[in-house]
């Protein structure tokens, strides 16, 4: 996520900071630019030329602190683990200038919880991006309890500056995008779980009958089966509600190692 936001910055001629924990990670997210690029060139969506300058565009940092001393902006898009969001953002709060918003890219922890842990609530929001950044129109733009409409409608302009469609949500769990998904997603793997149907069969439904342009467990596997259960957890936690209980199969299969695209093997296997 954090590669595909600093690519749709840079592509729109914004001056992007990106920040990874080394310099070896760092590359790595400069190369999955490059090649995302690439393909867009042989697409003929954009030009070499064009490629080269949303390179330019993209400078990279390891030090968070360095990075936000100067921006306008920060959007943070670390792992669904409250904790280490609040961390970060007592960093970036520090180093960051007064005047500038701070936004996450969460995609279910609560927007308030995360701006207590700075000093300037009203100039934090939520920009929820959808993956894969570049190709995806939808930006959740999520006020926390304390937002500024000021910040809000700089974030909105900042988000169509992107090429993207901003649409506000309120500050409940999930927001609207996984609050209506994982559910779904979830009721999948129970499908599965208690031998309904074969993934392939269960996915064969949901596209075939529902018109659904990929399945809801090779979506689970290209999301995370990680993030998936973050996110199902957030939901049981925040309304108490059993409904959200995420499945045992989703959380052996976690506990397991089998996250689905990015380790090789989830509902489906990859090469």
């Known amino acids: 996520m954090g590669n595909g936001i600093a690519h749709v910055f840079g592509m729109n001629k914004i001056p992007v900071h990106l920040v990874e924990m080394n310099e070896s990670l760092g590359k790595k997210a400069l190369n ?3 090649m995302n690029l690439d393909r867009m060139v042989k697409k003929e ?6 490629k080269e300058q949303t390179i330019e565009n993209i400078s990279l940092y ?14 943070e898009a670390v792992p669904e683990n409250i904790d280490l969001k609040k961390k970060i953002f007592t960093q970036v709060d520090e180093a960051a200038p007064d005047n ?20 300037r609530p009203r100039q934090f929001i939520g920009m929820h991006f959808f993956n894969p950044v570049p190709v995806m129109k939808l930006v959740e733009v999520v006020k926390g309890f304390k937002t500024s409409d000021e910040t809000y409608e700089s974030v909105k302009n900042t988000a169509q ?20 998904l994982m559910p779904m997603i979830n009721e999948a ?13 269960v996915d064969s439904v949901m596209k075939l009958g529902m018109a ?3 399945g809801p467990l090779r979506l689970a596997d290209f999301i995370g089966l990680d993030v ?9 936690e925040g309304f108490k509600d059993p409904k959200y209980r995420p499945s045992p199969l989703l959380v052996n299969m976690v506990n397991a190692g089998k996250l689905g695209n990015k380790t090789g093997e989830g509902f489906y296997k990859y090469d």
Do not use: W
């Open 32 to 34: 999955t630019i490059s």
């Open 62 to 75: 390891t030090d968070v602190k360095k990075a936000v001393a100067d921006v306008d902006l920060v959007v």
């Open 100 to 119: 500038a918003i701070l936004a996450s890219n969460t995609s279910s922890i609560s927007i308030t919880k995360l701006a207590a842990s700075t000093e």
């Open 212 to 214: 659904h342009p990929m």
């Open 189 to 201: 793997i129970s499908c599965v779980h208690e031998g309904v149907a074969t993934p392939e069969n």
């Open 228 to 236: 998936c259960l973050d996110i199902m957890n957030v939901l049981y």
């Open 45 to 50: 969506k954009i030009s070499a030329g064009q």
């Open 161 to 180: 500056k992107l090429g993207k469609t901003p649409v506000p949500v309120q500050d409940y769990p999930g927001f609207v995008s996984n609050r209506v």
